[in-house]
């Protein structure tokens, strides 16, 4: 029975990792996600899985150092699967200090205490522990229009203050294995989307602003690439790298699923007339006029396209789930968890929305 330190499980995609796990693992695992919740962090995201016995909350900063130490001295814990992190670029455009903070110390942090709680006197490990963090294809900076993919060699290239710690945050984990040989993955993920993300997001704000016929704002041209992933195909992609990937190597993780902004925001506004009934009075509201092209993000990245084919080969993993029906299970998601939107648009969104777009 493997116990797992998840950090930042309550957030988008290490909500859906919990969820993925137990679903996969049942009663064969415990997990314990330490989250500080944030703005990003939310209990609903996890409302079905907190009263099963093999899982615990454990409500912290990661940057916390006696916090962190005590989660080790009161489980023993085989694997570090490390998602917390500030990780919306937008903001961290505004408010670079706590990117930092986060990103780059707490993973100091949370290597040092699993190094303290696993490391042998004569500098070996106990066996079978891994640290599991996870990152971003943003480090690899920005691609060409016409062509290139971020592979593992990739040179780090942020643009970011988001990237760049998150960058940071890398080089620490990869000083760590180098230094200490300490048990370590990294896995490098392009975009994600899918149920619990927050509508700071491109694909969740577009999908709440449509519904209820609100401009929809598309950065700069519109013509900005992104690679997109569904979350679950991510959360599987982790599994497989903590159970088969050769330690102290590097995993890209991405969908061959690239896609300009702007045939992001079309694919949504035609899939949501599509899955609206005629009597929905939202129907009449979703409409392509809301399009509404605003001024870009500073240092915008043009394209991002991950070449998974180290993943591929040496651990088998493949995306499974197409964007044409990923895109539709998200919507559907949001179409049945109304009131989740409600409440995390309610309160501070609202000033978080009016700072971001009032004057874009
Ligand atoms: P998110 O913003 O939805 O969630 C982050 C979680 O971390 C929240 O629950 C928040 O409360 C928690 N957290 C933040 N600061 C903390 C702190 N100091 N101590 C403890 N907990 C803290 O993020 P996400 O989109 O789920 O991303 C998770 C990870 O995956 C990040 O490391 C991100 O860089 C990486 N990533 C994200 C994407 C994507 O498309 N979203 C793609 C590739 C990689
Ligand atoms: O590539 C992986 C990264 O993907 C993760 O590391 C980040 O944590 C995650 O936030 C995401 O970063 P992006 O900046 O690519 O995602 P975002 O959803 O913010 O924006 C996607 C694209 O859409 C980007 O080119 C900016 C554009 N955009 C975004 C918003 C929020 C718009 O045009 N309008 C918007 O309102």
Not at 156 to 185: E, R, W
Not at 211 to 221: E, I, N, R, T
């Amino acid at each position: 029975m493997k116990t797992y330190l998840v950090t930042g499980g309550a957030g988008f995609i290490g909500s859906n990792f919990i969820h993925y796990m137990f679903e996969k693992y049942d009663n064969d695992i415990v997990i314990i996600n330490i989250d500080s919740l944030t703005y990003a962090g939310n209990l609903e995201n996890l409302k079905d899985i907190e009263k099963r016995d093999n899982y615990f909350f454990v409500k912290a900063d990661i940057c916390d150092k006696e916090a962190v130490k005590r989660v080790f001295t009161e489980h023993e814990i085989d694997r570090v699967v490390h998602f917390a992190a500030e990780s919306h670029v937008d903001r961290s455009i505004k408010e670079p200090e706590v990117f930092v903070r986060t990103n780059v110390l707490g993973t100091a942090v949370m290597l040092n205490e699993a190094k303290a709680a696993w490391e042998l006197p004569d500098g070996s490990y106990r066996e079978g522990k891994k640290f599991l963090h996870v990152s971003t294809d943003e480090v690899f900076g920005s691609l060409e229009e016409d062509g290139g993919y971020f592979y593992e060699t990739t040179p780090f290239s942020p643009h970011s203050p988001y990237s760049a710690s998150k960058a940071g945050s890398d080089m620490l984990v990869k000083a760590y294995m180098d230094t200490y040989k300490f048990p370590a993955n990294i896995t490098n993920c392009s975009n994600n989307y899918g149920p619990y993300q927050f509508p700071e997001k491109l694909i969740p704000l577009i999908i709440n602003n449509a519904l209820s016929g609100k401009k929809l704002p598309v950065y700069g041209d519109g013509k900005n690439v992104r690679d997109w992933l569904y979350v679950r195909d991510h959360a599987k992609a982790i599994d497989m790298v903590i159970e088969k990937g050769r330690l102290f190597e590097t995993y890209n993780v991405g969908g061959h699923n690239e896609k300009q902004n702007i045939e992001i925001v079309n694919i949504i506004i035609e899939a949501l007339q599509e899955m609206l009934s005629d009597d929905d009075p939202r129907k009449k509201l979703v409409s392509k006029d809301l399009i509404t092209y605003v001024e870009d993000r500073k240092g915008h990245d043009r394209r991002y396209a991950i070449a998974p084919d180290k993943i591929k080969k040496e651990i088998g993993w493949e995306p499974e789930t197409m964007f044409k029906e990923g895109i539709k299970l998200t919507i559907k998601w949001y179409f049945e968890h109304e009131d989740w939107m409600k409440n995390v648009t309610s309160g501070d969104y609202q000033k978080y929305y009016d700072d971001m777009y009032g004057n874009r």
